[in-house]
């Protein structure tokens, strides 16, 4: 393993996660807002964090919220680590990679075809890695859409097979997000159907190459559910919805009605309580 990577902090902290089987939350921060309430839940709890972006925050405020992110996640009294998730446009990866302070990328071409999403991940995990930063990639293709990432509902949804796995990891690809019945949005009625057996499969193969797992699609998971991801050694897990529902809901429903600084205190202690809430149930809490 290359010396920076036994430094770089996403990689630390997944790697003790891994090692401890909790998983870490990987939070979407839209706001500065969100990332001081993020960090401020960390801190409480004495949990690691992730912290990530879509790429429309780079363009939203032109790279100054992931510089403001990266300064108060050093800061912070808890291992934070600064994320760019889902960066789909090469030329955005080329930038976040050069000039921006991320931790880790995740370089997502999973919207081309298998071969090309392959060769095109190859190219840009070495553009990344020239710049220490760590980096992500789907092989196969989670189907749906988030806000600030492209949706891909028109697209099919692949799930990841070994065979395509392997390939993966030998991009040299840190973190692996397997495309196993996940979806971006909203699950239907029913809820997630997950493929379990996938997983099975893939872990122990992702383990063998020091790599790490991802899970991305977590709208509407059970504490039983994200268990369960967990027992399959998967470390890194992507939330919005889960932990932004309340935080929003109250900004929905006060906006006009309340002076802006208590709109903002309340709707922030909010987030930071759903945090704290899937900490306890990560089984992150008190591992910093
Ligand atoms: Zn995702």
């Not at 912070?76 to 991320?102: G, M, S, T």
């Not at 971006?184 to 996938?198: E, K, M, Q, V």
């Not at 309340?258 to 709707?267: A, F, G, M, V």
């Amino acid at each position: 393993m290359s010396d920076w990577k036994k430094h770089n902090t996403t990689l630390k902290i997944l790697r003790f996660a891994q090692e401890g089987q909790y998983g870490v939350l990987s939070t979407i921060a839209y706001t500065l807002d969100h990332v001081i309430a993020m960090i401020r839940a960390a801190e409480n709890k004495n949990s690691p964090l992730i912290i990530q972006m879509f790429p429309w925050v780079i363009s939203h405020s032109n790279g100054d919220l992931v510089k403001c992110a990266s300064m108060l996640a050093k800061k912070a009294k808890v291992p934070v680590a600064i994320h760019l998730d889902h960066c789909q446009d090469p030329a955005i990866v080329k930038l976040a990679a050069e000039k921006l302070p991320f931790d880790s990328i995740m370089v997502d071409m999973s919207h081309y075809e298998k071969a090309d999403n392959l060769a095109r991940t190859k190219e840009l995990v070495q553009l990344c890695n020239k710049y220490h930063k760590a980096t992500e990639a789907e092989p196969g293709r989670i189907e749906g859409g988030e806000d600030g990432i492209c949706d891909t509902t028109e697209l099919e949804g692949i799930l990841t097979t070994p065979e395509e796995a392997e390939l993966f990891l030998e991009t040299g690809i840190d973190i692996l997000s397997p495309a196993f019945g996940n979806l971006h949005g909203n699950y239907p009625s029913a809820g997630p159907n997950l493929r379990f057996d996938i997983l099975e499969t893939l872990a122990p193969k992702v383990e063998e190459k020091n790599a790490l797992l991802c899970l991305h699609g977590t709208n509407d998971f059970t504490p039983k559910l994200i268990h369960e991801n967990i027992s399959f050694k998967m470390s890194k897990i992507n939330v919005n919805k889960l932990v932004l529902d309340t935080h929003l809901k109250y900004f929905e429903e006060n906006a006009s009605k309340l002076p802006l600084t208590d709109l903002l205190d309340k709707s922030n202690d909010l987030l930071v309580e759903r945090l704290e809430y899937w900490m306890d149930v990560f089984g992150s809490s008190g591992k910093a």
